[in-house]
C-alpha cells in the first residue's frame, strides 16, 4: 500500500512539474505585463520575475495596457481577427463536411484517388504554395479584400480527414431508414449526419479558429490597408517600432493569448471528443 502511494506522488508530482514547464511562460508573460519596464529586467534572473509587483500599487498594474492601447489600434486588430475567424470557421464547417460526406458516404469513381491525394497534401506546408495562392487571388481582383483573406483558409484537408473519419462511424441503417421516408442526400446529409456531428463540429470549429486568430504571413502577405490588418500583424508591428518596451508587449500579447486560453478551458472535452471519435490516435 505504502509503495503504491508513493507511486501515486511521484506520479502527480512529475505532472506538476510538467505542468509547471508549459506555464512557465504564460505566467512570466502576464506578471510582466503588470510591471514597469525596469522592473522586469531587475526581477528576470529571481523568482520574482513569476510573481506579482507587490510593490507598486495594484491602480498602476494596468498602466502598460493603457499604453500600449493607446498607442497601437488593437482594438480593431481584435475586431478584425474575430471577423475573420467567424466567416472561416462557418464556411469551413460547411464546405468540409460536405467534401467529407461525399467521401465518406458515396460511392463514384476515383473516390479512393481523391481521397489518397487529401492525405498526400496533409504533408505539404502551406508555406510552399503561397506565391501560386497570391498569383491566383492577384487575377482574381480580390487583394486587400475579406474575400482574399478567407477564401483559401475555408477548404481544409485535415479538416476533410477528420469530418470523413467521423462520418465513417455514423451507422449506415440511419441513413437507409432516411431513404426508406423518402428524403435526398441533402436532406439526409442536414436533418440526420450534421446533428449527430457535434463533436467533430466543434473540433474543427475551435482548431479552425485557432490557426486563423493565430494566422500572420498570408494577411501580411493580402492585405495592404493597416485597418485591414488582424491582431498578431499588429503585435509584430508593436515589437518592430521605437520605442519598444517588453511590458508593452507582454500586455499585447497577453490580450493575444486570452481568447486561446479561454476557447481551450472551455471547449478541451469537445476538442477530446470529437477527435476520439475520428479513430485518431
Given at each position: 500500500?505504502?509503495?503504491?502511494?508513493?507511486?501515486s506522488?511521484?506520479?502527480?508530482?512529475?505532472?506538476?512539474?510538467?505542468?509547471?514547464?508549459?506555464?512557465?511562460?504564460?505566467?512570466?508573460?502576464?506578471?510582466?505585463?503588470?510591471?514597469?519596464?525596469?522592473?522586469?529586467?531587475?526581477?528576470?534572473?529571481?523568482?520574482?520575475?513569476l510573481?506579482?509587483?507587490?510593490?507598486?500599487?495594484?491602480?498602476?498594474?494596468?498602466?502598460?495596457?493603457?499604453?500600449?492601447?493607446?498607442?497601437?489600434?488593437?482594438?480593431?486588430?481584435?475586431?478584425?481577427s474575430?471577423?475573420?475567424g467567424?466567416?472561416?470557421?462557418?464556411?469551413?464547417?460547411?464546405?468540409?463536411?460536405?467534401?467529407?460526406?461525399?467521401?465518406?458516404?458515396?460511392?463514384?469513381?476515383?473516390?479512393?484517388?481523391?481521397?489518397?491525394?487529401?492525405?498526400?497534401i496533409?504533408?505539404?506546408?502551406?508555406?510552399?504554395?503561397?506565391?501560386?495562392?497570391?498569383?491566383?487571388?492577384?487575377?482574381l481582383?480580390i487583394?486587400?479584400?475579406?474575400?482574399?483573406?478567407?477564401?483559401?483558409?475555408?477548404?481544409?484537408?485535415?479538416?476533410?480527414?477528420?469530418?470523413?473519419?467521423?462520418?465513417?462511424?455514423?451507422?449506415?441503417?440511419?441513413?437507409?431508414?432516411?431513404v426508406?421516408?423518402?428524403?435526398?442526400?441533402?436532406?439526409?446529409?442536414?436533418?440526420?449526419?450534421?446533428?449527430?456531428?457535434?463533436?467533430?463540429?466543434?473540433?474543427?470549429?475551435?482548431?479552425?479558429?485557432?490557426?486563423?486568430?493565430?494566422?500572420?504571413?498570408?494577411?501580411?502577405?493580402?492585405?495592404?490597408?493597416?485597418?485591414?490588418?488582424?491582431?498578431?500583424?499588429?503585435?509584430?508591428?508593436?515589437?518592430?517600432?521605437?520605442?519598444?518596451?517588453?511590458?508593452?508587449?507582454?500586455?499585447?500579447?497577453?490580450?493575444?493569448?486570452?481568447?486561446?486560453?479561454?476557447?481551450?478551458?472551455?471547449?478541451?472535452?469537445y476538442?477530446?471528443?470529437?477527435?476520439?471519435?475520428?479513430?485518431?490516435?
Amino acid at each position: 500500500m505504502t509503495v503504491k502511494i508513493v507511486k501515486s506522488g511521484l506520479y502527480y508530482m512529475f505532472l506538476c512539474g510538467l505542468a509547471f514547464l508549459f506555464l512557465f511562460p504564460i505566467i512570466w508573460m502576464v506578471v510582466s505585463s503588470f510591471k514597469p519596464e525596469a522592473m522586469i529586467a531587475t526581477d528576470l534572473k529571481t523568482i520574482q520575475a513569476l510573481l506579482p509587483p507587490l510593490d507598486i500599487p495594484i491602480s498602476q498594474w494596468l498602466d502598460p495596457y493603457k499604453t500600449v492601447f493607446s498607442r497601437f489600434d488593437l482594438i480593431r486588430g481584435i475586431g478584425n481577427s474575430l471577423l475573420y475567424g467567424t466567416i472561416v470557421v462557418t464556411l469551413s464547417i460547411l464546405v468540409n463536411s460536405l467534401a467529407a460526406y461525399a467521401l465518406a458516404k458515396m460511392n463514384f469513381p476515383g473516390k479512393g484517388v481523391i481521397f489518397s491525394i487529401i492525405i498526400l497534401i496533409m504533408i505539404v506546408p502551406m508555406e510552399t504554395g503561397i506565391v501560386p495562392l497570391f498569383v491566383i487571388v492577384n487575377r482574381l481582383g480580390i487583394v486587400n479584400t475579406i474575400a482574399g483573406l478567407v477564401a483559401p483558409a475555408i477548404a481544409s484537408v485535415f479538416n476533410i480527414f477528420l469530418f470523413r473519419q467521423f462520418f465513417i462511424g455514423i451507422p449506415k441503417s440511419l441513413e437507409e431508414a432516411s431513404v426508406i421516408d423518402g428524403a435526398g442526400k441533402i436532406r439526409i446529409f442536414f436533418s440526420i449526419i450534421l446533428p449527430l456531428s457535434k463533436p467533430i463540429i466543434a473540433t474543427v470549429s475551435i482548431l479552425t479558429f485557432i490557426g486563423s486568430w493565430n494566422d500572420f504571413l498570408w494577411p501580411v502577405i493580402i492585405f495592404t490597408d493597416n485597418k485591414r490588418m488582424p491582431l498578431q500583424v499588429i503585435l509584430n508591428v508593436l515589437n518592430n517600432t521605437e520605442p519598444v518596451y517588453t511590458n508593452e508587449i507582454m500586455a499585447a500579447l497577453t490580450v493575444s493569448t486570452i481568447p486561446i486560453i479561454l476557447i481551450y478551458a472551455f471547449f478541451q472535452k469537445y476538442i477530446v471528443e470529437g477527435v476520439a471519435h475520428t479513430g485518431i490516435k
